[in-house]
């Protein structure tokens, strides 16, 4: 009994930190990458939705989601 509470409580508090830590992340839903530099830009720093250049080479980037913030791909 005390076993699954504390699961549960472990649960709760793991689920509540990633929303935190999501909502104080702007509007990052990923960011821009060049393969070729690993350059990488944030998509909250990108105005509108095409794509930047890259600074280093200028070629067109390309968009990535974040990992984090997508719990499964299915
Ligand atoms: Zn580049």
């Not at 504390?6 to 104080?24: M, P, Q, W, Y």
């Not at 992340?25 to 821009?32: D, F, N």
Request: with cysteine; charged share 30%; aromatic share 4%.
């Amino acid at each position: 009994m005390s076993v699954l509470e504390t699961v549960k409580d472990v649960l709760r508090a793991s689920t509540e930190s990633a929303d935190r830590g999501e909502g104080s992340g702007a509007a990052s839903k990923g960011a821009y990458w060049c393969d070729d530099c690993g350059e990488r830009i944030p998509d909250a720093d990108v105005e509108g939705d095409d794509p930047p250049a890259c600074p280093s080479c200028g070629e067109t980037m390309r968009f990535e989601r974040s990992p984090s913030s997508t719990g499964c791909a299915c």
